[in-house]
């Protein structure tokens, strides 16, 4: 019994006397991107890091009926910014927070399309939509409430998610 006390407390002694080795890996640059094309239109996005400091990328969408919508974006110490540009109706030049909106789309007053119908797609302008442009869109022009992207609220309202990544 007492030898294997002894030999626990000699492997502890052994394990503390090598503590892990820990490395900083410094940031490095990159870039990447994809374009997809397809019947249902065209996808893409671009990004580069320059190795900690700064991301700058875009990415964007044109859909088989020629709704397009380009956002080119960077990140740094001054923060977040985008640009947003786009034809889609119902998008009216305007500035939330520090994003950018050029919209070649007239001014135009919403209207609720309900869950018909309503406009040029399901329920307005998208798929299932209260007036909106995006699949499920909720007043807004993207996938679920309100909001340019995805969900709403997100990226100044101009994400992929409903409050923002």
Same mark, same amino acid.
């Given at each position: 019994m007492i030898s294997q006390v002894f030999l626990a407390s000699f492997l502890v002694a052994v394990a503390l006397a =090598? !503590? !892990?080795? *820990?490395?900083?890996h410094a940031p490095h640059p990159y870039? =990447? $991107?994809y374009s997809v094309k397809d019947h249902h239109g065209e996808? *893409?996005?671009e990004e580069s890091g320059d190795g900690g400091h700064a991301v700058? $990328?875009?990415?964007g969408f044109t859909d088989a009926r020629g709704i397009r919508r380009e956002v080119h974006y960077v990140a740094d110490h001054g923060g977040f910014r985008a640009q947003v540009k786009t034809n889609e109706p119902g998008t009216a030049n305007q500035n939330p927070a520090a994003v950018h909106l050029v919209s070649d789309a007239p001014y135009a007053h919403g209207h609720d399309g309900g869950?018909?119908?309503g406009g040029l797609g399901y329920g307005g302008l998208g798929y299932a939509g209260y007036g909106g442009?995006?699949?499920?869109g909720y007043g807004g022009l993207?996938?679920?409430?309100?909001g340019l992207g995805y969900g709403g609220y997100g990226l100044g309202g101009l994400g992929y998610y409903r409050y923002g990544y």
């Open positions: =090598f !503590p !892990p080795e *820990h490395i900083h870039k =990447f $991107g996808q *893409h996005r700058r $990328g875009s990415y869950y018909g119908y442009l995006g699949y499920a993207g996938y679920g409430l309100g």
